[in-house]
């Protein structure tokens, strides 16, 4: 047993009180029905009446009591779930090691104060060397997560998904996720898993619709001779955890981890519907200093410091905070927090921030600001401390007079400043949640390119880009769709609202927090989220495999005037644009759509997709055409201006082809629509669509080789061309053999897309493991079959480490012999940077045949 606990104990009891007071403090007095803590049970009638003692001033001394009316109130039903992480355990025993068996166990708990179900994916997140795979004990099937309601006495298989109903308040289920450690795995290396998909793994919050939720669905009335009727007052609960690390096998870095956030306050069209040349927007700022270190890297968080800027004409070192004004707006008005002063610049918008010159007078002519900031004073701010959050940021713009509507403002908020002590430069910009310009998920995050010089993790330098948005419709950065910091990519994204005069019933779909976002065809209906599942290590080409289910987030936005309501459902692709093609998406891959509390699920025959009956297999293969009152989702109530986040869960069927064999994924439309009460998706015209693609392994290798002479130059005929079929050197020859590894995925065309950039790419080439054998003596002559060329082994965008021995695990140099000893049996090439969609690169290296 791998002891994982986690080092605060999570108290049930302690925390149903911290939720009911949550509750009650959270707007939900308007419940006639109030909330109860401490498990009180939903539906319990509660009377109470008040008596009380009291004195006559004229009096004093003598008591008086009285008693009130009674009142009676009866508990509201109140959903709750918790997910803990509750230990890993090693089916190999020992050590943790190559092609172990893991088993990392969860329990979910009922928290709530009524009987309710929870729905569980097949579905479980890892980051390092591992996959979810493997065959649980207990008639588990292979690759398939388990559930158990009775303390772990008996084990169901999680196919699709499941969901687990009549749980009582308190009551827990418990979750196993098989996964085995991949071949290439490191001592050193960690493992975690996460099981559900909620912020920072919060607990029991209102689920915002995502791929691979954990969530309550709330038991049907009646079903239960204590099921409170209705549904609960706090609306469908979610929760998450991710594993404690399990490692494979510091200097103490400093680092100031700062993030710049940025939300559309308000936007008023000043009651002339027709005209938006007096509409105003105000944006609210804000800064946060990280106080722990969410990237993995090992970094001791810092305050955050001034670092020198051009102000009032002299240079001073100030925390920067600025915003460039976009297009077609104008400044009307700025308000700093205390303790902080607005400042502005004229600087031409393609001057950076950092360089521009900054002063603390209002312009005469606030049309004439290119961008607006705010600076600490530092009479009274001196730093900003780890943990701390400053508010208080106010800009307001309003629209030229000229502009005609559409018209879309795009802009984007960015910090300045530096590390204490080590003086690291700090930069960041808003719409996501990574702080000092991080990429990548919580756990995982790599310095933004470029700024890494000595590769330790932490950013040296500076790569700043001017924040102006030059395309507001199609920006050049990411988009931060929903307005609330939950943008995805490099760098900062965007935050972008449309100015016009509104139609009536109008709706975007696209991926998370994007909904706006731009396909290839320069249109919205084509956009697209990209996602890989998992390949195990040894997967050769042409191979068919069974692949994970993969889940996705989408975004809807009403962008019409008047709220509507949205539904949902999967398109074949060829109805989706001319170049779609309904053989691109497998017979038999089954897409789930979820919304709240509810999950719809369709299989695809290859020309349709037929609504799923409950997963029933006495019933599943009576499947009927999509029914526009029961087979699909329905979101209501949509209100204007306002974004909602839906799940898609796609499993690709057992028999599946490599992405890589045929330079594609598996497209899945998802189309939101405005149902015309005719029975399936027809001739509405209030539709758009998203399309969510799977592609079973993105980063293709390609083994060539050639044969040359002793002096380096090809030999004659087909040998010495570069292929992939058979050669026939002779000894002395040498053997050139090249690497293409290419990214086979979508590339951005458009803006807003989802891609699939291959990153932390290592090459493996060892010459004593079957089935390669190039550095193995076959015939027992004493010499290994072929020898090293020194200074042969080149690829520009990698770094290139030599191994000799057998097996091949002795770091050595660049060096030739005829022994597993005195020659390299194995080359590691760690591969620099990303390599984006459409990016080829080589790697090479040379042998001579002995």
């Known amino acids: 047993m791998v002891n994982r606990n986690k080092s605060v104990n999570k108290q049930r009891k302690p925390y149903q009180s911290l939720v009911a007071t949550a509750l009650l403090t959270g707007s939900l007095f308007q419940f006639i029905a109030p909330v109860l803590a401490d498990g009180t049970a939903a539906g319990q009638s509660i009377s109470n009446t008040a008596t009380a003692t009291y004195e006559d001033p004229n009096n004093p001394g003598t008591p008086i009591n009285t008693t009130s009316n009674t009142v009676t109130v009866t508990v509201a039903e109140v959903a709750g779930i918790t997910v803990e992480s509750t230990g890993v355990v090693d089916s190999n025993g020992g050590n943790v090691e190559v092609n172990d068996s893991l088993i990392f166990n969860y329990t979910i708990t009922n928290v709530g104060n009524d009987p309710t179900g929870f729905r569980i994916p097949n579905l479980a997140t890892t980051t390092g060397p591992a996959t979810v795979s493997g065959t649980l004990p207990n008639g588990g099937t292979p690759n398939n997560l388990q559930y158990s309601i009775d303390n772990g006495v008996t084990w169901t298989n999680i196919t699709a998904d499941v969901v687990v109903p009549n749980i009582p308040v308190g009551g827990q289920v418990l979750v196993r996720v098989p996964v085995t450690v991949q071949p290439g795995a490191q001592n050193g290396d960690t493992i975690t898993v996460r099981l559900g998909n909620t912020p920072a793994n919060a607990q029991n919050v209102l689920r915002n619709p995502d791929g691979g939720d954990v969530y309550t669905v709330d038991n049907a009335d009646g079903s239960l001779i204590n099921e409170v009727a209705g549904a609960p007052v706090n609306g469908t609960r979610e929760a998450s955890d991710t594993s404690t690390d399990v490692r494979i096998g510091g200097v103490v870095q400093s680092y100031s981890l700062a993030t710049v956030l940025k939300t559309r306050t308000a936007y008023n069209n000043n009651n002339t519907a027709n005209s938006i040349t007096d509409d105003t927007l105000t944006y609210g700022l804000s800064l946060r200093v990280e106080g722990n270190d969410p990237t993995g890297r090992g970094i001791t968080p810092a305050a955050l410091e001034g670092r020198n800027i051009n102000l009032d004409g002299s240079t001073v070192p100030r925390i920067l905070v600025s915003d460039a004004i976009p297009t077609g707006t104008d400044l009307v008005s700025v308000t700093p927090p205390a303790g902080w002063i607005a400042v502005y610049t004229t600087s031409p918008i393609g001057t950076n921030a950092n360089d521009a010159a900054w002063t603390t007078t209002v312009p005469t002519n606030l049309a004439t600001v290119t961008r607006v900031g705010f600076v600490n004073n530092p009479a009274t701010v001196t730093s900003v401390a780890p943990n701390q959050t400053v508010t208080g940021f106010f800009i307001q713009l309003t629209v030229e007079s000229g502009a005609t509507s559409p018209l879309i403002v795009a802009n984007i908020a960015q910090l300045f400043g530096q590390t204490p002590g080590n003086t690291f430069p700090v930069y960041d910009e808003s719409g996501d949640q990574n702080p000092s310009n991080f990429g990548g998920?919580?756990?995982?995050?790599?310095?933004?390119?470029?700024?890494?010089?000595?590769?330790?993790?932490?950013?040296?330098?500076?790569?700043?880009?001017?924040?102006?948005?030059?395309?507001?419709?199609?920006?050049?950065?990411?988009?931060?769709?929903?307005?609330?910091?939950?943008?995805?990519?490099?760098?900062?994204?965007?935050?972008?609202?449309?100015?016009?005069?509104?139609?009536?019933?109008?709706?975007?779909?696209?991926?998370?927090?994007?909904?706006?976002?731009?396909?290839?065809?320069?249109?919205?209906?084509?956009?697209?989220?990209?996602?890989?599942?998992?390949?195990?290590?040894?997967?050769?080409?042409?191979?068919?495999?069974?692949?994970?289910?993969?889940?996705?987030?989408?975004?809807?936005?009403?962008?019409?005037?008047?709220?509507?309501?949205?539904?949902?459902?999967?398109?074949?692709?060829?109805?989706?644009?001319?170049?779609?093609?309904?053989?691109?998406?497998?017979?038999?891959?089954?897409?789930?759509?979820?919304?709240?509390?509810?999950?719809?699920?369709?299989?695809?025959?290859?020309?349709?997709?037929?609504?799923?009956?409950?997963?029933?297999?006495?019933?599943?293969?009576?499947?009927?055409?999509?029914?526009?009152?029961?087979?699909?989702?329905?979101?209501?109530?949509?209100?204007?201006?306002?974004?909602?986040?839906?799940?898609?869960?796609?499993?690709?069927?057992?028999?599946?082809?490599?992405?890589?064999?045929?330079?594609?994924?598996?497209?899945?439309?998802?189309?939101?629509?405005?149902?015309?009460?005719?029975?399936?998706?027809?001739?509405?015209?209030?539709?758009?669509?998203?399309?969510?693609?799977?592609?079973?392994?993105?980063l293709k290798l390609r083994k060539l080789s050639r044969i040359l002479d002793q002096n380096g130059q090809p030999v004659a005929g087909a040998d010495?061309?570069?292929?992939?079929?058979?050669?026939?050197?002779?000894?002395?020859?040498?053997?050139?053999?090249?690497?293409?590894?290419?990214?086979?995925?979508?590339?951005?065309?458009?803006?807003?897309?989802?891609?699939?950039?291959?990153?932390?790419?290592?090459?493996?080439?060892?010459?004593?493991?079957?089935?390669?054998?190039?550095?193995?003596?076959?015939?027992?002559?004493?010499?290994?079959?072929?020898?090293?060329?020194?200074?042969?082994?080149?690829?520009?965008?990698?770094?290139?480490?030599?191994?000799?021995?057998?097996?091949?695990?002795?770091?050595?140099?660049?060096?030739?012999?005829?022994?597993?000893?005195?020659?390299?049996?194995?080359?590691?090439?760690?591969?620099?940077?990303?390599?984006?969609?459409?990016?080829?690169?080589?790697f090479s290296f040379r042998r001579k045949v002995n």
Do not use: C, H
């Open 720 to 842: 010495g061309q570069l292929s992939d079929t058979p050669k026939s050197p002779v000894p002395g020859n040498i053997i050139e053999y090249q690497i293409q590894y290419s990214n086979i995925s979508e590339p951005q065309s458009g803006n807003g897309n989802i891609i699939l950039n291959a990153s932390n790419v290592v090459i493996n080439e060892n010459g004593v493991t079957l089935p390669n054998n190039w550095a193995l003596d076959q015939d027992n002559n004493g010499q290994i079959d072929t020898s090293n060329i020194i200074g042969s082994a080149t690829d520009p965008n990698g770094n290139i480490q030599f191994f000799n021995g057998n097996p091949a695990t002795n770091s050595g140099s660049d060096q030739t012999g005829t022994t597993v000893t005195t020659d390299v049996t194995r080359y590691v090439n760690s591969v620099t940077g990303q390599v984006a969609p459409g990016q080829q690169r080589t």
């Open 441 to 698: 998920q919580v756990g995982n995050m790599t310095p933004f390119p470029g700024t890494d010089i000595n590769n330790d993790g932490i950013p040296e330098t500076l790569v700043v880009d001017d924040g102006f948005i030059n395309n507001p419709g199609t920006p050049e950065t990411g988009v931060d769709g929903n307005n609330d910091n939950t943008g995805v990519g490099d760098g900062g994204e965007a935050n972008i609202f449309t100015v016009e005069v509104a139609v009536a019933s109008a709706i975007l779909n696209g991926p998370i927090n994007a909904p706006n976002a731009i396909g290839p065809s320069g249109g919205t209906n084509d956009d697209f989220t990209n996602k890989s599942s998992l390949v195990p290590a040894g997967t050769v080409p042409g191979t068919r495999l069974n692949p994970q289910p993969v889940g996705f987030t989408n975004t809807i936005r009403n962008s019409g005037a008047n709220a509507s309501n949205y539904s949902l459902v999967p398109i074949p692709p060829a109805s989706n644009t001319p170049a779609g093609n309904n053989a691109d998406l497998p017979t038999g891959t089954l897409v789930t759509i979820t919304y709240g509390s509810e999950s719809r699920s369709y299989v695809w025959n290859g020309t349709n997709f037929l609504f799923d009956i409950d997963r029933d297999p006495a019933t599943a293969g009576d499947q009927s055409a999509i029914d526009a009152i029961t087979e699909y989702i329905t979101i209501p109530n949509v209100a204007a201006g306002t974004n909602i986040n839906y799940g898609v869960e796609i499993d690709l069927p057992a028999n599946t082809q490599l992405s890589t064999d045929i330079d594609r994924g598996f497209p899945v439309p998802i189309t939101a629509f405005v149902d015309d009460a005719t029975a399936g998706l027809g001739a509405e015209t209030v539709r758009n669509t998203t399309i969510d693609r799977v592609y079973t392994g993105f």
